[in-house]
C-alpha cells in the first residue's frame, strides 16, 4: 500500500492536488493512504518552500503547484515499481 502525503493548510489548491492524486490511485487500482499534513512545522521538516506539496512513500515528488494527473499517474508508477 502506498502512502500519500498532501501537504498544504487546506487551500482550493491542496484540495485539487489532493482529487488528482486519488483519481490516479483510482485509475490505476491501487491501495493508498491519504493523509492530509496541515500543521507549518510538519510541512518545513519537507524541505519545501511553497505548498501544495506531494510525498509519495516518503519521496517529495511535487511542491507549489498543481501537477497533470499524468505526472502523478507516472509518480505512482514509480513509487509501485521501487517498492516491489
Known amino acids: 500500500m502506498l502512502t ?8 482550493a489548491n491542496c484540495k485539487k492536488l489532493e482529487e488528482i ?4 490511485v483510482e ?3 491501487l491501495q493508498a493512504e491519504f493523509i492530509k499534513v ?3 512545522n510538519k510541512i518545513m521538516e519537507y524541505n519545501i518552500m511553497s505548498t501544495p ?3 509519495i512513500n516518503g519521496k517529495v ?3 507549489g503547484r498543481i501537477p497533470s494527473p499524468a505526472e502523478v499517474t507516472g509518480w505512482l508508477t514509480e513509487a ?3 517498492a516491489s
Open 27 to 29: 485509475a490505476k487500482g
Open 4 to 11: 500519500i502525503n498532501v501537504l498544504g493548510a487546506g487551500c
Open 80 to 82: 509501485v515499481e521501487s
Open 53 to 55: 506539496g506531494l510525498v
Open 61 to 63: 515528488v511535487c511542491s
Open 21 to 24: 492524486a486519488r483519481q490516479a
Open 38 to 40: 496541515t500543521d507549518y
